[in-house]
């Protein structure tokens, strides 16, 4: 049921005209180059990270630009992002960091009571917590059904 | 992993049903009550009022802990003007903002970048979205204290002429309902929104330039164009500013005043009097806490912030709103702040309370004593924000916020104190 969904997700962001496909969240790591270009950035990944308390493998890879925004892509061994952190001086592009998510986190977004400073969204498919202000803004999110077995969530920063 | 709080006599561990891992300390004796505190009488030459209200009619829900006041807007150097009210006081940005819709009799020039002239606009982000629109020109005029800063570049959020770039993300901020406010006064501890960050780089989702309303793109702003702090454009009383807001009672009220009061060190109601400078680093525009077992947080005090955003995993948050917490009954906490740099020190005590409860006691309330949320700071990014005192900690103190670069009461910013 999770993989219809995710694949239900997928096919509502190719349905959107004019963006190019690109995903973050809930892509592969062939959508990690494709960020990188977006972003102008360089792409540094980290040595493979094994989770030390529950043995759960997965890759960090960090996207750097020279304007200070930083990007991180947590993907399992299968190559799939289940999770993004991000800092820098204003929000990333969203639309691109967060995927096929974007549009669960702007109707979350408008659900909410209004915060300018300071975002904490959870919901069964997908978390968001975003916090700053024009300067230093940063967050991350993750969909709770692509996590690897026994991930803990605080590895996520 | 048994968490200690600094500065407190005992420990003792929270029983919570549905909290393992007990946090220390969370039971501790209650804050003292801040010093005693003088509200500048608002009037001329530099104090404005403002209140803790609900904000604009077209508010979804009641604003809770924002601060309002009312502004002039003109045409500059030309006395077409227009009375704008429910404008946010934000002591935690710089530059005025205001929403096009309510620009309902006057039209504002465009703000052209130099060399070039194209029309400049911007995407301003928030944690929970953007608010896009062109850049203009206006003369702002504070009509109880008479400031005027002339000329200055002001954001028109939601002009429905120009589109939003597909990189100014998130949920749209370009109404009033949207956006909680007519717009904002930002009067923080910098000299523009951006800085040299923005000069210096095309930071994408930030700054672009215009050939025509739906073609934005990204670009770079000389600081000297970009939105800047309003206060520092005064022809006095302009190296920073003091938000007073009276102590509430803990059982929350509505329509709360208070001053705003502008310079610091310059007039007699404006002295630092026995305030704590905390310095605020140039680059970051943070100060450091200390706090629930960790060290060096990085720090604000900001009155755009509705509540206390700090990380205690030891206090629930709410059943329905992962953004406040609902601890059983009032927890009393405490951090110790630094000045930035190796500044001074001094002990911050505050008390959090459950949010639902205080909301559910008194629905009409606007200015809601202990609010307080999760941060959730990540320690991989170490440039974010990591311990947020918002509009509660102002109540019944006078924060004082310090320009950079400029000197006050003999100090030189950027710094906060109270």
Redesign the interface.
């Known amino acids: 049921m999770r993989l219809i969904k995710y694949l239900v997700l997928s096919a509502a962001l190719a349905a959107l005209p004019a963006?190019p496909v690109l995903a973050s969240l809930g892509g592969d790591l062939s959508s990690v180059q494709a960020d990188r270009a977006h972003?102008k950035g360089a792409l540094r990944v980290s040595a493979a990270a094994t989770s030390a308390s529950t043995g759960a493998a997965f890759t960090v890879h960090e996207i750097s630009t020279?304007?200070?925004?930083?990007v991180?892509e947590y993907a399992r061994s299968d190559g799939k992002v289940f999770a993004v952190?991000?800092?820098?001086?204003?929000?990333?592009?969203?639309?691109q960091v967060l995927g096929s998510y974007?549009e669960q986190?702007?109707q979350a977004?408008?659900a909410?009571?209004?915060?300018?400073?300071?975002?904490?969204?959870?919901q069964s498919g997908l978390v968001v917590?975003?916090?700053?202000?024009?300067?230093?803004?940063?967050?991350?999110a993750w969909a709770p059904a692509l996590l690897p077995a026994n991930f803990a969530t605080d590895q996520i920063? | 992993m048994r968490k200690f709080l600094l500065a407190l006599s005992f420990v003792a561990p929270l029983v919570l049903g549905a909290c393992g891992g007990g946090g220390g300390g969370s039971i501790g004796p209650p804050p003292p009550p801040p010093p005693v505190q003088v509200i500048a009488t608002p009037g001329p030459p530099n104090v404005e009022s403002f209140t803790l209200g609900p904000g604009p009619a077209e508010l979804v829900q009641p604003a809770v802990n924002t601060a309002y006041l009312s502004i002039q807007v003109c045409v500059p150097g030309t006395t077409q003007c227009q009375t704008i009210d429910n404008i946010e006081v934000d002591s935690g940005s710089s530059g005025l903002r205001l929403l096009s819709s309510t620009l309902t009799q006057i039209t504002l020039p465009g703000a052209f970048q130099q060399p070039g002239g194209l029309q400049l606009a911007e995407c301003l982000p928030f944690a929970d979205g953007s608010s896009f629109g062109p850049l203009a020109k206006a003369d702002l005029k504070l009509p109880v204290s008479g400031k005027e800063a002339l000329n200055i570049t002001v954001q028109v959020i939601g002009d429905p002429t120009y589109a939003v770039p597909s990189d100014c993300t998130g949920k749209m901020e370009n109404t009033v309902a949207a956006f909680g406010a007519n717009g904002v006064l930002g009067v923080g501890p910098f000299l523009q929104d951006c800085g040299l960050g923005c000069e210096q780089n095309v930071i994408p989702g930030t700054y672009y330039t215009c050939p025509t309303p739906t073609t934005c793109a990204d670009a770079s702003v000389v600081t000297a164009q970009q939105l800047w702090n309003p206060v520092n454009v005064f022809a006095s009383d302009n190296n920073g500013s003091i938000v007073e807001v009276p102590s509430v009672a803990s059982a929350g009220a509505s329509n709360v005043s208070g001053s705003l009061v502008f310079g610091i060190g310059t007039q007699t109601n404006n002295s630092l009097g026995s305030a704590t400078v905390l310095a605020i680093d140039d680059n970051t525009g943070f100060f450091s806490a200390d706090f629930n077992g960790t060290i060096g947080l990085n720090a604000a005090l900001d009155s755009g912030s509705n509540a206390y955003f700090v990380d205690d995993s030891s206090i629930m948050t709410c059943p329905t709103n992962a953004n406040f917490y609902c601890p059983p009954s009032t927890v009393n906490l405490s951090a110790t702040l630094h000045g930035a740099g190796g500044g001074n020190t001094v002990t911050a005590s505050f008390s959090i309370v459950n949010a639902d409860d205080a909301f559910n006691a008194n629905q009409s309330a606007t200015a809601v004593p202990g609010l307080g949320g999760p941060l959730n700071a990540l320690p991989g990014m170490s440039v974010l924000i990591q311990f947020d005192l918002g509009m509660p900690y102002f109540f019944g103190r006078n924060v004082y916020t310090a320009i950079e670069n400029q000197t006050a009461s003999g100090v030189l910013g950027p710094y906060v104190a109270y």
Request: net charge positive; hydrophobic share 40%.
């Open positions: 963006l972003m020279a304007y200070g925004m930083t991180r952190t991000w800092a820098g001086p204003a929000n990333p592009d969203l639309r974007y986190f702007v977004a408008e909410a009571p209004p915060n300018h400073r300071h975002l904490v969204i959870r917590e975003n916090h700053g202000r024009l300067r230093a803004m940063g967050g991350r920063k």
